[in-house]
């Protein structure tokens, strides 16, 4: 008898154990080339981890979503079925850092019953998302993001721009600006949340970059360490409960509570795409396509978008000189822009804050000093159009009503500011602004919000965004390295997109001369830096921060600004190191820009331009003077032969910087 009990025992113990392992499903996900690596675990819990050529980039991180009802998607559940496809097709893009991208991946979809989670193996990343299939409505009560690194590695770490003493909810309501500190994991300000795209180090000078892409109706994701060392965790704003107008100049939506849930749904809907892009070296980097492949592609005619150029009024504070009238917010003012504007073939002129009535959120209240349909007629016949700021709120109450009014006027578009969230309701109304606005053939630069998502993809008529702790910050900062900066962003914000920096400057300082003026603001780092910078940033709708008065004083480098085009044919990222220097080759037509910044080290450095191909070539430089160390606008300008070899020598002053137009002979 216990023999027989024993067998039973047995018989029933290895039948469990079959059972255990059957339940468990794993599934290995390559790239095209094999590089990289996705190995996805499914069983009670859904987890993955990512290979480089073997090396163990991320380890097993759990994902997993939770709904209002008690539902789980990742947990428990029962897998129904899986399929695979491979996809190898080129994008056309319209308003972009290159016309044509290759779309190429392996991808794998995992079935269950009310729900999907698709896996995208790209030669440069690995990306997943889940799928709802509900045919009702549904909340999202928490999602489980997880990025478990393998080592206490350091990362490039962006802040929210909060105090220490703010709660995590403070810390929703924040302006996506701050400088990165380079810490390790362990390290982490335990009392901050950090802002996504964020780089973390690994093997052998690879690099992580964690981004998402396709946001479209769901909160953004903030970054935080998880319970056990080296995971960090992804950290999403409530929906808000109740909210009030307020803010900068009454021109916001001031949460003050939240609900108990992150998103709430009318039935099936794809939630956003987590990427981890994984980079061989730093330049790869600096010209990932990955955000803009993963986005949802856009649906009618844009060929209407105009990219372009614009002579900004707010930075300089107005300031002209040489003039016989009161410069400031009126029609003599914006008038002189558009001349400015119209002479140096810029596209735009922007009238800041400042021509709707303050305090009133109202974007039919114009400034008595302002005569608008004066100024649109003036621009047009100067071939030159106008963009109007526009606070958030009052922008949003009356979307449909402003867009219709303005666009028949003739604006052209809006810079909308002071969204300064991403929780569901703020990141769909940037979808219901790009929708709205492109029924009336209007542009829109996001400012004051979140970095890009791929939004810009399915909307072209958004053609900018902020999300960045650009240039305006020398008007006030005082213990700010914007030059260090400079060198970062090209390797993590810019993965996101593009960024509304508004380069520039005409007044330039070494490290030792540069003080804080808000009313006649200076950069940090040679006049050559800023020129480069029209080319390092991508910025399809690119502004000149400084005064007319300014630029005309400067006649060779405002030809040049203006020449450089905000929409390109071809990018190569040709080398860099994040925080230390770049350098970023970008094709219009027969033409080639290259440009390269340093931080705050003088730096030689050799620029290979095989990528020009056969015949001889010419290039326009721009280069620090022999004494930008000491006085930062010393710059010359030449014309010079390319090396036969392909082999261009450079050097670049401390903050300096180094830009040449390349066309044939």
Same mark, same amino acid.
């Given at each position: 008898?216990k023999?027989?009990?024993?067998?039973?025992?047995?018989?029933?113990c290895?039948a469990l154990?079959s059972?255990?392992?059957?339940?468990?499903?794993l599934?290995?996900?390559?790239?095209?080339?094999?590089?990289?690596?996705?190995v996805?675990?499914?069983g009670?819990t859904?987890?993955?981890?990512?290979?480089h050529?073997?090396?163990?980039m991320?380890?097993k991180?759990?994902?997993?979503?939770?709904?209002s009802?008690?539902?789980?998607y990742?947990?428990?559940?029962?897998l129904?079925?899986?399929?695979?496809?491979t996809v190898?097709?080129?994008?056309?893009?319209?308003?972009?850092?290159?016309?044509?991208?290759k779309?190429?991946?392996?991808?794998?979809?995992?079935?269950?019953?009310?729900?999907?989670?698709l896996f995208?193996?790209?030669?440069d990343?690995?990306a997943?998302?889940f799928?709802s299939?509900?045919?009702?409505?549904?909340?999202?009560?928490?999602e489980?993001?997880?990025?478990?690194?393998?080592a206490?590695?350091?990362?490039?770490?962006?802040?929210?721009?909060?105090?220490?003493?703010?709660?995590?909810?403070?810390?929703?309501?924040?302006?996506?600006?701050?400088?990165?500190?380079?810490?390790?994991?362990s390290?982490?300000?335990?009392k901050?949340?950090?802002?996504?795209?964020?780089?973390?180090?690994?093997?052998?000078?690879?690099?992580?970059c964690?981004?998402?892409?396709?946001l479209?109706?769901y909160p953004?994701?903030?970054?935080?360490?998880?319970?056990?060392?080296?995971?960090?965790?992804?950290i999403?704003?409530?929906?808000?409960?109740?909210?009030e107008?307020?803010?900068h100049?009454?021109?916001?939506?001031?949460?003050k509570s939240?609900?108990?849930f992150?998103?709430?749904?009318?039935g099936?809907?794809?939630?956003?795409?987590?990427?981890?892009?994984?980079?061989?070296?730093?330049?790869?980097?600096?010209?990932?396509?990955m955000?803009?492949?993963?986005?949802?592609?856009?649906?009618?005619?844009?060929?209407?978008?105009?990219?372009?150029k614009v002579?900004?009024d707010?930075?300089n504070d107005?300031?002209l000189?040489n003039?016989?009238?009161?410069?400031?917010?009126?029609?003599q003012?914006y008038k002189?822009y558009i001349d400015f504007?119209?002479?140096?073939?810029?596209?735009y002129?922007?009238l800041?804050?400042?021509?709707?009535?303050n305090?009133?959120?109202d974007?039919f209240?114009?400034?008595?000093?302002?005569?608008l349909p004066?100024?649109?007629?003036?621009?047009?016949?100067?071939?030159?159009?106008?963009?109007?700021?526009?606070?958030?709120?009052?922008?949003?109450?009356d979307m449909?009503?402003?867009c219709?009014?303005?666009?028949?006027?003739g604006i052209?578009g809006?810079k909308?500011?002071?969204?300064?969230?991403?929780?569901?309701v703020v990141?769909?109304?940037h979808?219901?602004?790009?929708?709205?606005?492109?029924k009336y053939?209007?542009?829109?630069?996001?400012?004051g919000?979140?970095?890009?998502t791929g939004?810009?993809r399915?909307?072209p008529?958004?053609?900018?965004?902020e999300?960045?702790n *650009?240039?305006?910050?020398? @008007?006030?900062?005082?213990?700010? $390295?914007? &030059?260090?900066? +400079?060198?970062t962003i090209?390797?993590?914000?810019q993965v996101?997109g593009p960024m509304?920096?508004?380069?520039?400057a005409?007044r330039?300082a070494?490290?030792g001369?540069?003080?804080?003026?808000?009313?006649e603001?200076?950069s940090?780092?040679?006049r050559?830096?800023?020129?480069?910078?029209?080319?390092?940033?991508e910025?399809?709708?690119?502004?000149?921060?400084?005064s007319?008065?300014?630029?005309?004083?400067?006649?060779?480098?405002?030809?040049?600004i203006a020449a450089?085009?905000?929409v390109?044919?071809n990018t190569v990222?040709?080398?860099?190191?994040?925080?230390?220097?770049?350098?970023?080759?970008?094709?219009?037509?027969?033409?080639?820009?290259?440009?390269?910044?340093?931080?705050?080290?003088a730096?030689?450095?050799?620029?290979?331009l095989?990528?020009? *191909?056969?015949?001889?070539? @010419?290039?326009e430089?721009?280069k $620090?003077? &022999?004494n930008? +160390?000491?006085?930062?606008?010393?710059?010359k300008?030449?014309?010079?032969?390319i090396p036969?070899?392909?082999?261009?020598?450079?050097?670049?002053?401390p903050?300096?910087?180094?830009?040449?137009?390349?066309?044939?002979?």
């Amino acid at each position: 008898m216990k023999k027989n009990y024993l067998i039973i025992l047995a018989v029933f113990c290895t039948a469990l154990f079959s059972m255990t392992v059957s339940a468990q499903k794993l599934f290995n996900l390559k790239s095209p080339n094999g590089k990289l690596e996705a190995v996805i675990n499914v069983g009670k819990t859904v987890d993955y981890s990512v290979l480089h050529n073997g090396d163990l980039m991320l380890d097993k991180s759990t994902i997993s979503m939770s709904l209002s009802d008690g539902t789980f998607y990742g947990k428990d559940a029962k897998l129904s079925g899986s399929s695979t496809k491979t996809v190898n097709q080129t994008i056309s893009a319209q308003v972009y850092k290159r016309k044509q991208i290759k779309d190429n991946y392996n991808e794998l979809t995992l079935k269950f019953k009310d729900h999907s989670i698709l896996f995208r193996a790209y030669d440069d990343g690995i990306a997943y998302r889940f799928v709802s299939a509900s045919k009702k409505p549904f909340a999202v009560q928490g999602e489980q993001v997880e990025f478990n690194f393998p080592a206490d590695s350091k990362a490039f770490i962006n802040y929210t721009n909060k105090q220490e003493s703010a709660t995590f909810d403070e810390q929703f309501f924040n302006s996506f600006e701050q400088p990165y500190v380079h810490n390790l994991l362990s390290e982490w300000n335990k009392k901050r949340l950090a802002i996504s795209p964020l780089v973390v180090e690994g093997v052998k000078s690879k690099k992580v970059c964690i981004v998402e892409a396709d946001l479209l109706n769901y909160p953004g994701m903030f970054l935080y360490p998880g319970d056990k060392a080296n995971i960090l965790k992804g950290i999403f704003a409530p929906y808000p409960k109740d909210v009030e107008q307020g803010g900068h100049n009454n021109l916001q939506m001031v949460v003050k509570s939240r609900e108990n849930f992150l998103a709430k749904f009318d039935g099936a809907t794809n939630f956003p795409w987590r990427v981890v892009i994984v980079s061989e070296k730093d330049s790869d980097l600096a010209d990932s396509d990955m955000v803009y492949k993963l986005a949802t592609p856009s649906q009618g005619d844009y060929s209407w978008v105009k990219p372009g150029k614009v002579a900004w009024d707010w930075w300089n504070d107005w300031n002209l000189y040489n003039v016989d009238f009161k410069t400031g917010v009126n029609n003599q003012t914006y008038k002189y822009y558009i001349d400015f504007a119209s002479k140096y073939g810029i596209e735009y002129v922007i009238l800041d804050e400042g021509w709707a009535v303050n305090l009133k959120a109202d974007l039919f209240q114009v400034v008595p000093e302002i005569n608008l349909p004066e100024l649109v007629a003036y621009a047009k016949s100067k071939n030159v159009g106008l963009i109007l700021w526009a606070g958030f709120h009052a922008f949003d109450r009356d979307m449909e009503a402003v867009c219709k009014h303005y666009s028949e006027m003739g604006i052209k578009g809006f810079k909308v500011d002071f969204m300064d969230r991403d929780d569901q309701v703020v990141v769909d109304f940037h979808r219901r602004g790009a929708e709205t606005a492109a029924k009336y053939k209007m542009m829109l630069d996001y400012h004051g919000t979140y970095k890009p998502t791929g939004l810009q993809r399915t909307y072209p008529n958004v053609i900018n965004f902020e999300g960045v702790n *650009g240039l305006e910050q020398m @008007k006030w900062a005082e213990n700010l $390295d914007q &030059v260090t900066y +400079d060198v970062t962003i090209p390797f993590i914000r810019q993965v996101a997109g593009p960024m509304d920096y508004t380069q520039g400057a005409m007044r330039n300082a070494t490290k030792g001369n540069y003080r804080s003026v808000n009313n006649e603001a200076m950069s940090q780092g040679t006049r050559c830096r800023q020129l480069a910078e029209y080319v390092i940033f991508e910025s399809p709708l690119n502004m000149l921060c400084d005064s007319p008065s300014n630029y005309m004083a400067e006649q060779e480098c405002t030809e040049f600004i203006a020449a450089v085009p905000t929409v390109w044919d071809n990018t190569v990222a040709l080398n860099g190191e994040i925080a230390k220097y770049v350098a970023i080759a970008r094709q219009k037509g027969d033409a080639w820009y290259v440009g390269a910044l340093t931080n705050w080290d003088a730096r030689t450095m050799e620029l290979d331009l095989s990528f020009l *191909g056969e015949g001889n070539f @010419k290039g326009e430089v721009f280069k $620090d003077g &022999v004494n930008a +160390d000491r006085v930062a606008k010393d710059y010359k300008k030449e014309i010079i032969d390319i090396p036969a070899d392909r082999k261009l020598p450079i050097s670049m002053a401390p903050g300096g910087g180094y830009v040449v137009k390349i066309t044939k002979k």
